[in-house]
């Protein structure tokens, strides 16, 4: 079966994690710091700050810009669940908004209908590797005095008109391993604003502003010396990754042209796209419904995702906390989309099998 998503780890890591596992310093010191520096130079912000997973990132920002229960966060039905329980955990209110069918991220033009007097926030997420309308939606935020929170978790080295996603709010990143890139487990926040920044750092550690002193109800969301070595590594190669990941999704989308009903990514104007997902739509001009397209690619060894099947506000789970709106095109988003293996790993002759494969059905 060809996977759909791989991390790529190398030989050098693996020699640095030995002597890592055997030094005594297990738990965040230089390592992670250094890993910080190098994250927050790349994403060209002032800070960043490392922490145990994307969900942990997202749920200490939101901390950190003072969001509390009473509180309306804006964001998008059409995201993996994390995106939506931070708003959860931290006792406020999502409020969900429509997307944009073809770039499957955040309709600015559908978010001032959303804004009410408690609503503090808008967290977008640069779906599938491409940055959302970052323009309009700052712009929005500017004018009703909102805090901007990007979920960058799928978007390491994602750009809009020249800037990195995550650069522009406050940045959230995740290093799960089906991430362009991986600390096993792992997240980081990226951010301009001191104060933040360091409200993240003691939130991360329990609240701590000194030894043994404690300010806040605080979390241990710290990251390990052994994950900041992988992310180390990982960073280093994070362009190279990406730029496989572009040409692979090129490949893709050469040979997929002209299907009928069969409509492969786009890539929006001023945006870097880095291909965390190659998602293609299957609508009702297909030969086939997107889950017999799905059956006939496992029968035939080709790996895929759907990125999501349901909503989130169709979730049991956000259901019975009343929030069963009507979003539908996210809705017919989560019926037709389809994500093929578009990782670094893969070769021409796997991108071939896809290609064909495909074209048999
Ligand atoms: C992966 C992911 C997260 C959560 O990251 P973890 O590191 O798994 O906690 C949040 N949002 C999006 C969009 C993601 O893809």
Redesign the pocket.
Known sequence: MLAVSKPKIYESTGNLLVEILFSGSLAQGRLVEQFEQAFAGYIGTDYAIAVS??????HLSLLAHGIDEGDEVITTPF??I??ANAILYCRAKPVFCDINPVSFNLDPALIEARITPRTRAILG?H?YGQAFDVAPILDICKRHNLVLIE?A??AHGAEYKGAKAGSFGTG?F???P??NMTTG???MIATNDEQIAQRCRMLRNHGQTERYYHTALGFNARMTEIAAAIGLGQLERLEDFNLSRLNNARVLSTGLDNIPGLIPPAILPDRKHVF?QYTIRVTAGYSLTRDQLAKHLETNGVGYGIHYPLPIHHQPLYRDLGYDDCLPRAETASGGVLSLPVHPSLTHEDLNTIIEVIRSA
């Open positions: 997973s994307g969900t942990a990132a997202l995201s993996f994390a995106s997420v779906l979920d978790c799928q959230c995740s290093f799960y089906t991430k487990e792992g997240g965390h």
